[in-house]
Nanobody, 125 residues
Framework: QVQLVESGGGLVQAGDSLRLSCAASGHTFRGYAMGWLRQAPGKEREFVAGISWTGGNTFYANSVKGRFTISRDDTGNMVYLQMISLKPEDTAVYLC??????????????????WGQGTQVTVSS
């Protein structure tokens, strides 16, 4: 079973940037699609970004497209989410998520099978 540990969250001001990191262990990282989800207080968990098992395909929610970038480092078993131009509405707990093996498309919350505990991102106005 995969273990996912997120880090890099914090309190920032609107317009600032943050980079979230996810360390994966417990299974062969290479070959699995990965992604990020988020959950704001009182709201449903939602898809943020996904990256295919090759890293060649990336997917984003419309609300973050052009501001967030997902990437992966298979050598280090890491997944990253670079966030720029942060907005107060980006405030949420961000969870690293694992999809299926050899999965090319991870563009919705239903494409993921497991996730970590999350890291809090708070954006003040």
């Amino acid at each position: 079973q995969v273990q996912l540990v997120e880090s890099g969250g914090g309190l920032v001001q609107a317009g600032d940037s943050l980079r979230l990191s996810c360390a994966a262990s417990g299974h062969t990282f290479r070959g699995y699609a990965m992604g990020w989800l988020r959950q704001a207080p009182g709201k449903e968990r939602e898809f943020v970004a996904g990256i295919s098992w090759t890293g060649g395909n990336t997917f984003y929610a419309n609300s973050v497209k052009g501001r967030f970038t997902i990437s992966r480092d298979d050598t280090g078993n890491m997944v990253y989410l670079q966030m720029i131009s942060l907005k107060p509405e980006d405030t949420a707990v961000y969870l690293c998520a694992a999809g299926g093996i050899w999965q090319d498309v991870v563009a919705a919350i239903g494409d993921f099978q497991s996730w970590g505990q999350g890291t809090q991102v708070t954006v003040s106005s």
